[in-house]
């Protein structure tokens, strides 16, 4: 079975400055995704960012990116230009490629990020 | 595009009655939907997958005739809360994937439930 770990349960960062949240993760197969939720006090999950494990090339979408490590199975979540409304809870997450696994995720325990003024 | 909508948003109901929560794919054909739990400042912990049509698949140690789920159509999934009691209040999280590109699950919003 695969596990997700999120190492840091609380972070804070400077409005403007960069933060990065760590995730590390255990599979025995080759092929899978990794994403990052952002999770405000609305409670709605938000998709931040996706990785495939197939490619080298780290994600990025406007001020986040990822750093995937793909022998060492970590996947950190870097935010740049930190904005009062990037204060969420963050999750990491983890699903097979492989339908025969099924499409369900794995999260971590989260993240809390607090965005300082 | 790839809405989830959850309904009722909150509910509170008297120990021992039952609640359903209903979660809608608003624009597109759900092939699995999923539901969550999740408790206050923890992470989401997976009940049950269902697909349309068929039963649902439940995690273990949760239990199939309190947690009734019910995937009727393509579009909608059910879940309902039998004989509530306080421990069962917590927030419910529906998700849904679509078609061939299904490696991405769309949340709904959630449902609160509080059992008096």
């Known amino acids: 079975a695969q596990t997700v770990t999120q190492s840091q349960p609380e972070m804070s960062v400077q409005e403007a400055e960069t933060v990065t949240l760590s995730c590390t993760y255990d599979?025995?197969?080759?092929?899978?995704?990794l994403f990052w939720y952002k999770q405000p006090p609305s409670r709605q999950m938000i998709l931040v960012i996706r990785?495939?494990?197939?490619?080298?090339q780290n994600a990025t979408e406007n001020r986040f990116s990822v750093n995937f490590q793909k022998a060492a199975k970590s996947f950190s979540l870097k935010i740049s230009d930190s904005q009062l409304g990037d204060a969420a809870m963050y999750f990491c997450?983890?699903?097979?490629?492989?339908?025969?696994?099924?499409?369900?995720?794995?999260f971590g325990e989260g993240t809390q990020l607090t965005v300082n003024p | 595009g790839a809405v989830v909508s959850q309904h009722p948003s909150r509910v509170i109901c008297k120990s021992g009655t039952s609640v359903k929560i209903e979660c809608r794919s608003l624009d597109f054909q759900a092939t699995t939907m999923f539901w969550y739990r999740q408790f206050p400042k923890q992470s989401l912990m997976l009940m049950a997958t269902s697909n349309e049509g068929s039963k649902a698949t439940y995690e273990q140690g949760v239990e199939k005739d309190k947690f009734l789920i019910n995937h009727a159509s393509l579009t909608l999934s059910t879940l309902t809360v039998t004989s509530a009691h306080p421990e069962d209040s917590s927030f419910y999280i529906c998700?849904?994937?679509?078609?061939?590109?299904?490696?991405?699950?769309?949340f709904g919003p959630g449902t609160r439930l509080t059992v008096l």
């Open positions: 599979t025995s197969e080759s092929d899978y995704y």
């Open positions: 997450a983890y699903r097979s490629r492989w339908e025969t696994s099924g499409s369900r995720l794995t």
């Open positions: 998700s849904a994937t679509r078609g061939t590109s299904n490696y991405e699950q769309f």
């Open positions: 990785q495939e494990a197939y490619k080298q």
